[in-house]
């Protein structure tokens, strides 16, 4: 059984805590995962004792993140009162299969254009690409606690 490493995280993550915590980890998924997306740091003699000085500061910054999410959901909702969905145009046969298909980044950019946010495709939260016509709800992870549901309508063009 592989030893744990223990790592101070820097963002919140997911079924792992938040951040400023300390996180008992696998290696390899620090090596792969954490530490390349810059979510968290090794927690060592040095950076523990840096880290209670600057815990104060990283709690703040995440209690901004998570009020910049929280209000990009509450724009979202409000602009999804107005217009219902988003409105994608494709190539379509008469079956209604659509001649490629609709990935998460042609998604991220169309609610990015039609909402005025910024949303990546990161943030999408589907297993597979649509291919055929028709209306899909899509999640969005705003942050890891933050989440958000729009309705996506895929018609022939």
């Not at 000085?53 to 709690?59: N, T, Y």
């Not at 005025?116 to 899509?138: M, P, V, W």
């Amino acid at each position: 059984m592989a030893a744990k490493l223990e790592v101070i995280l820097l963002e919140d993550v997911k079924n792992l805590g938040r951040s400023g915590e300390l996180a008992e980890v696998r290696p390899g998924f620090a090596r792969n995962w954490l530490f390349p997306q810059g979510l968290a740091t090794i927690a060592d003699a040095s950076t523990l004792a840096a880290y209670v000085k600057r815990k104060a500061k990283i709690e703040e910054l995440g209690a901004k993140r998570r009020e910049a999410a929280e209000a990009a959901r509450a724009a979202l909702q409000d602009k999804l009162e107005t217009s219902r969905s988003v409105i994608i145009k494709s190539r379509a046969g008469e079956s209604g299969k659509l001649f490629g298909s609709i990935t998460k980044e042609e998604l991220a950019q169309e609610i990015s254009k039609q909402f005025d946010l910024e949303i990546t495709k990161t943030q999408i939260a589907t297993k597979e690409a649509i291919r055929n016509l028709g209306e899909y709800e899509i999640k969005l992870n705003l942050l890891s606690e933050v989440e958000a549901t729009v309705k996506v309508k895929v018609e022939a063009a």
